[in-house]
């Protein structure tokens, strides 16, 4: 069974996105939002690419949690700024939102040709993917084929072995892709949906096997293809806290 589908934003299509400190008035790769700038490792995503959510509502209440969590560290944040972006010219996305548990979506991008089980893809702990390869591969048709793969042996056993390799959930999605674009993951695993023509990809972190509803999440290498940046909204630290 295909996994993996492709995913056209037309033009028009309206997207969000968050930040906690005031953004520039043009796109801008150099910018990161400092949430994910650490002391210790550097720059956390390092896909270059720009992550928006379809949802103005989601990109609202995200952006208060990233602030919440940021002012208990003791960072002195001052707001929250929504900002627009409009697509101009048709983008090609990797769809991504019909695996539910992360050893799908392994098997699947695999089925498809991408290489992802080598060294040059880590775990948060630096782990190699390559050890993936034994585990997964052997039952893969079963894991993409069957209804319900989690009711057989094997694939259990070979989910259990993946968590014992990644230290993450089964149905934890978000955390499986966040790792393909962390650090010098996200230089390679950008190369590989490049190399097959496409421009982003698009998935669901509320994946699971009893569905919440939430919004996609999109992730779109190039800014050329949509218009300048319109902050939507700016909200004050207590206004954030408030609304």
């Not at 934890?172 to 790792?179: A, D, F, T, V, Y």
């Not at 972190?205 to 290498?221: A, K, L, M």
Request: proline share 5%; aromatic share 12%.
């Amino acid at each position: 069974m295909n996994k993996l589908t492709d995913y056209i934003l037309e033009p028009g299509n309206q997207l969000y996105r968050y930040d906690i400190v005031q953004p520039p008035k043009e796109w801008s790769t150099v910018f990161k939002n400092p949430e994910y700038v650490y002391p210790d490792t550097g720059i956390k995503n390092q896909i270059g690419a720009f992550f928006f959510f379809n949802s103005i509502f989601f990109a609202i209440e995200t952006g208060r949690c990233a602030l919440e969590k940021e002012r208990k560290k003791g960072y002195p944040y001052q707001g929250l700024w929504i900002t627009k972006c409009e697509i101009n010219t048709s983008i090609k996305l990797l769809d991504l939102r019909d695996s539910i548990i992360c050893i799908e979506l392994l098997a699947a991008l695999d089925k498809a040709g991408f290489a992802i089980f080598v060294d040059k893809l880590n775990s948060w702990q630096g782990i190699s993917f390559s050890k993936l390869k034994p585990i997964i591969q052997p039952v893969e048709d079963l894991v993409l084929n069957d209804i319900n793969p989690v009711n057989n042996e094997e694939v259990r056993n070979a989910i259990k072995e993946m968590h014992d390799v990644l230290k993450i959930e089964m149905t934890n999605i978000g955390h499986l892709l966040q790792m393909f674009t962390d650090y010098s993951n996200g230089y390679y695993f950008r190369r590989l949906l490049q190399e097959k023509g496409y421009e982003g990809y698009i998935f669901n972190e509320t994946n699971c096997p009893i569905p919440i509803v939430g919004s996609d999440t999109i992730c779109i290498f190039k800014s050329t293809k949509f218009l300048p940046p319109c902050v939507e909204a700016i909200y004050t630290e207590k206004e954030a806290e408030a609304s």
